[in-house]
């Protein structure tokens, strides 16, 4: 097993109510049309499929898909919408678990990469990948450019959201690459909040290219969202694209 945190039953039961916004249909589509353009007439590998968000729809829209998951309640969850024929689940960690076949696009979404705490582990996560595909498949992620720009001097906490049912904030080891994702999430009308957080291991993009040419992978595409937004030194977010040689 690999370091990302497993998550629980009680976070997995109440993901897809608290991601409701992110997997609308209207959210979904440009990254389904992405995903499916890349995938052609071939398989799609999911890492760490979680509840189907992406998966199943990707699915309903023709492309064969199967998944890996390291937390079997999240995995529990998506089995209440879709069938093991339809679309099988391995559990295990992306950096290491292998599914039988060869696919022609792998991808992971939704800055998950990050939930894998050491470099080594990212670095086995590319090679996990190349492994799975066929030559001339694409490895695809969605992760946020580190945030830094956004740090004062002196302090290590920026918000990211406060609005009027959540607060959210980063912390970060500037040493260690290590952010800390800090959740107050108000779950009823008296007041009270619950806490959480989430452990997660930052990169930049030039550090991925290096992860995926030690991969074996070269970098094909990269911008700024599931639209093609070109990726500029602003953009807070990247899809990336590496190929792996015909």
């Given at each position: 097993m690999t370091s990302s945190e497993l998550w629980t039953r009680e976070t997995a039961d109440r993901y897809d109510t608290e991601e409701a916004e992110n997997s609308s249909l209207t959210a979904l589509v440009p990254t389904l049309t992405f995903l499916a353009e890349l995938a052609g007439k071939g398989r799609a590998l999911e890492f760490a499929i979680g509840t189907g968000r992406v998966g199943v729809p990707l699915r309903e829209r023709g492309v064969p898909v199967a998944g890996i998951e390291l937390s079997e309640p999240m995995a529990a969850v998506l089995r209440h919408k879709i069938d093991e024929d339809t679309l099988p689940v391995t559990i295990g960690d992306m950096?290491?678990?292998?599914?039988?076949?060869?696919?022609?696009?792998?991808?992971?979404?939704?800055?998950?990469?990050?939930?894998?705490?050491?470099?080594?582990?990212?670095?086995?996560?590319?090679?996990?990948a190349a492994r799975h595909l066929e030559p001339g498949g694409r490895f695809v992620i969605e992760l946020q450019v580190p945030p830094l720009r956004s740090l004062p001097p002196g302090q290590s906490a920026v918000p990211f959201d406060v609005s009027e049912r959540h607060l959210g904030f980063d912390t970060f080891d500037l040493v260690a690459q290590m952010q800390v994702s800090h959740h107050f999430t108000r779950d009823g009308d008296d007041g009270r909040y619950r806490r959480g957080n989430s452990h997660h291991r930052y990169a930049w993009p030039a550090e991925l290219d290096l992860m995926a040419r030690i991969a074996g992978l070269g970098l094909e595409r990269r911008v700024a969202d599931w639209t093609g937004t070109p990726f500029t030194q602003d953009s807070t977010k990247h899809i990336s694209v590496w190929r792996k040689p015909a």
């Open positions: 950096a290491t678990t292998v599914v039988p076949g060869g696919f022609t696009l792998v991808y992971l979404v939704y800055n998950t990469i990050s939930n894998l705490l050491t470099q080594d582990e990212q670095v086995e996560c590319f090679r996990n």
